[in-house]
């Protein structure tokens, strides 16, 4: 899948990459050719399913990368809906030690909470707005609250879930790369909400109103395949 991604030289050794689908023939084609769209569109029941985002993940070994804090995607998307799903895929094993993914079971259902510095950069958090949740917690540190669940992974395993999910990666690749790919859905119920927070200057310049479809080429049909634009 990797083709051409170039190596983290950013201080701490670590690199994302957006649009990958678009830069790689190879990335482009696991979409079209491999189970993850009618994966999503099962996991979400829908009929359709878009690629809002994807995204690669690389940490270098030895690395200076802090581990991924707990968050919620969902509140940096600008949409509202149930029809959403995150396909994460490691390509290379994972253990909680070594980045990998974490949550809080059941968490997708509610609420939403309000992102911090964890996952937004400081110039943009007073663009935050307040959800329902409040303050973003540390599940970590109250275990007894929050029924947290690791998922290890070998070489190509995937992992689905809601974007809504608190989650996040505690381990670090100090011995080896850890290279990742993170795949975003929207399905049928999804529509439009704007928010300030949303960071990528393409999405922001969609001409979307609140409630509307989010139908947009911007926006790849990954499934069903015979309406498949990616």
Not at 111 to 123: D, K, R
Not at 134 to 144: F, H, N, R, V
Not at 146 to 171: E, N
């Given at each position: 899948l990797v083709e051409n991604t170039g190596t983290a030289r950013d201080g701490t050794r670590n690199l994302m990459k957006e649009g990958t689908a678009k830069a790689s023939g190879n990335v482009a084609r696991f979409l079209r050719e491999s189970p993850a769209g009618r994966a999503a569109a099962d996991a979400m029941g829908s009929a359709e399913v878009r690629l809002y985002e994807d995204l690669l993940f690389v940490k270098e070994a030895g690395g200076a990368g802090q581990p991924t804090p707990w968050h919620q995607d969902s509140p940096h998307w600008p949409v509202k809906g149930g029809m959403m799903?995150?396909?994460?895929?490691?390509?290379?094993?994972?253990?909680?030690?070594?980045?990998?993914?974490?949550?809080?079971?059941?968490?997708?259902?509610?609420?939403?909470?309000?992102?911090?510095?964890?996952?937004?950069?400081?110039?943009?958090?007073?663009?935050?707005?307040?959800?329902?949740?409040?303050?973003?917690?540390?599940?970590?540190?109250?275990?007894?609250?929050?029924?947290?669940?690791?998922?290890?992974?070998?070489?190509?395993?995937?992992?689905?879930?809601?974007?809504?999910?608190?989650?996040?990666?505690?381990?670090?690749?100090?011995?080896?790369?850890?290279?990742?790919?993170?795949?975003?859905f929207l399905g049928d119920d999804i529509r439009w909400f704007d928010r300030a927070i949303v960071m990528q200057p393409e999405i922001r310049a969609l001409a979307l109103q609140d409630g509307d479809a989010v139908v947009a080429p911007y926006f790849p049909v990954v499934w069903p395949p015979e309406e498949r634009t990616i």
């Open positions: 799903s995150s396909l994460w895929v490691s390509l290379e094993p994972t253990t909680r030690e070594t980045g990998a993914m974490t949550m809080v079971v059941g968490s997708h259902k509610g609420p939403l909470y309000t992102p911090n510095g964890g996952s937004v950069p400081e110039e943009w958090l007073y663009l935050v707005d307040e959800e329902e949740g409040g303050p973003l917690p540390d599940p970590s540190a109250e275990p007894g609250r929050f029924p947290l669940r690791s998922y290890d992974t070998q070489r190509g395993d995937a992992v689905l879930f809601h974007p809504a999910m608190l989650h996040s990666a505690p381990g670090q690749a100090q011995l080896a790369t850890r290279r990742t790919f993170t795949f975003r």
